[in-house]
C-alpha cells in the first residue's frame, strides 16, 4: 500500500466521501450514548461528526478518538437517521493510513502485516507475522517493549518456538485480486 499525501485525489476523494455520508447528521448525541468507549476519548463522537462537517479533518487527526472506535455498530443502529457512522470511523482511519500521519503508524503497519500474513497463508503464523511488524517500525527498540508479554506467552506454550508446517501458501491470492479488482472499479 502506497502512502498518498494529504493533496493527492485519493485522499481528498475518500475525505469528501467521508464528509458526504455525514452531512445529515443532525447532532442528536444517540452516537455518543451509545458508544461504550467514549469514556477513553478526548472527543465525543458527536463532536467528531460535527468535525468532519465543517472539514476540519487535521483536527479529528489530532484527537484518538477514531482509533478507539471498536466497530461494535452500535452507534450506527442506534443513529436516527441510519448513517453508517461505524464505517465513516472506519474511513478516517484509512484516511489516517493514506494520509502517512505519524502519530498512526504503529496501528497501521499492524493492520498490513497482519493481513500480508493471512494473504500468503490463509492464516496467521504468529511468530512471523510478529517479526515482519516488528521489522515494519523500523526501530530495533521497539520490540524490547513486548519482551515480558512474549517470555509469559512462549511459558505458557503459546507461541511454539518450532517453525509450524502450514499448507496453503497463496491460497487467497485470487480472493485478494478480486477484491482489490472490486476496490478499483468504485
Known sequence: MEVAQSGEPQTESLAAEIQENIQACMQC???SGSCANSFAMDLTPRQVWRLVQLGEMDE???SKTF???SACYYCTLRCPRGLP???MMSALKRLAAA???QRYKQSSNFYRTFMDTVKRY???REMEFINRYFLSMKNPFFPLGFMSVGMKLMK???IPLEVPKFFGEGRFDRLFAKVAELEAEQ
Open 29 to 31: 448525541g444517540t452516537c
Open 60 to 62: 479529528i487527526f489530532k
Open 67 to 69: 482509533y478507539l472506535c
Open 85 to 87: 457512522l461505524t464505517e
Open 99 to 101: 494520509r502517512g500521519i
Open 122 to 124: 490463509g492464516r496467521v
Open 156 to 158: 505458557k506454550g503459546k
